[in-house]
């Protein structure tokens, strides 16, 4: 693509121009696919403010499974989200661990070990789909019953929010420190924003954290709280409801409006 994009300009020489430039005052990478595996996502969190539009996946070796994977599909409308992180899960993660599977029987080295971080990575996406707390979207203006069951994000809610499952997402070996399953931590966080919300548009039924919820100091505050007898509007934002909950919000919301 950089060769179609220079046309005559193109050369070894160029390549190691740009990734010259990338690195500042580090060392740069050796290769182009050494940069794009090891600090593309880093260089693409920090130039865009750290709302990345590209998620780099991985399974946490460097000679493992990576994806670069476009967050506007990932968050596409319609259902476009989910297909896109099943397909990432079951069609082009699944096709490696394949691979691995063959070269497991073929005795290749190191084969037993990418198959397992790969297989570990999968589980980590397939809770992610399945959107049970820590790997559920949290959307505090939304009301309960429009609250995502499972990956179902809405890409206007924005990376902060929809991110948090990954971020969240645990590998058994390597990775970073609370980057989940992302190839580096973008440094995002889901602290209590300043402000109050309005009693008159928050009504308990529909926004009970708004309702006496105090994450910070109970523990059980933090999932599936259906609020406490006082309004006041604190602006929490990480927290966690089971699909069961949303569901039940759903269903209640359905027999109101059928009234």
Known sequence: MLAAAFGSEWSPAKERQLLQAVAGGDRPAATLEEWLQDKFFEDHCKLFHHRPFVWHIWDGRKDGFNALVNYHRLAGPDGEGRRALEALTYTYLGDWIERQKAEQREGKEGADARLAAALDLQEQLQKILEGEPPYDIFVRWKPLYRQPVGWEPDINDGVRLNIRPFMSATLRKGGRAGAGVLRWKPNINWKKDRGQEPQSLRPQADYPWFWSCDPERRAEHRTNFLGGQKFDG??????????????????????????
């Open 234 to 259: 604190n602006r929490w934002n990480d927290l966690h409801y089971s699909n069961a909950v949303k569901q039940a919000a759903r269903g209640r919301a359905g027999k109101v409006a059928k009234t």
